[in-house]
Nanobody, 115 residues
């Protein structure tokens, strides 16, 4: 199983980025797919999730209204559209796949929001 994140980078406050998570070895439609992030010196925190059916989508309060999680089953890829970015959104963003007792993590992609 591999989860490969991409799309991170340096962006000014107020800007946008779109992260992608390409999965291999599993079908994203069969898993709860999540995005988490870890800021420097802080613990990893959950950001957003989409259920296997796609019916349930949840966001952390800190990103609600600014981030959008989505999934393309045909491409076996999960996305995180991030708008109105703030300095406090800086961190390494990780894609996760949860299915029963199985937990899979990607290697992460760095997002830096700075002027």
């Amino acid at each position: 199983v591999q989860l490969v994140e991409a799309g991170g980078g340096l962006v000014h406050p107020g800007g946008s980025l779109r992260l992608s998570c390409a999965a291999s070895g599993l079908a994203v439609s069969n898993y709860l797919m999540r995005w988490s992030r870890q800021a420097p010196g802080k613990e990893r925190e959950w950001v957003a999730s989409i259920s296997s059916s796609g019916d349930t989508i949840n966001y952390a309060d800190s990103v609600k209204g600014r981030f959008t999680i989505s999934r393309d089953n045909a491409k076996n890829t999960v996305y995180l559209q991030m708008d109105s970015l703030k300095a406090e959104d800086t961190g390494v963003y990780y894609c996760n796949a949860w299915g029963g007792l199985k937990r899979y993590w990607g290697q992460g992609t760095q997002v830096t929001v700075s002027s």
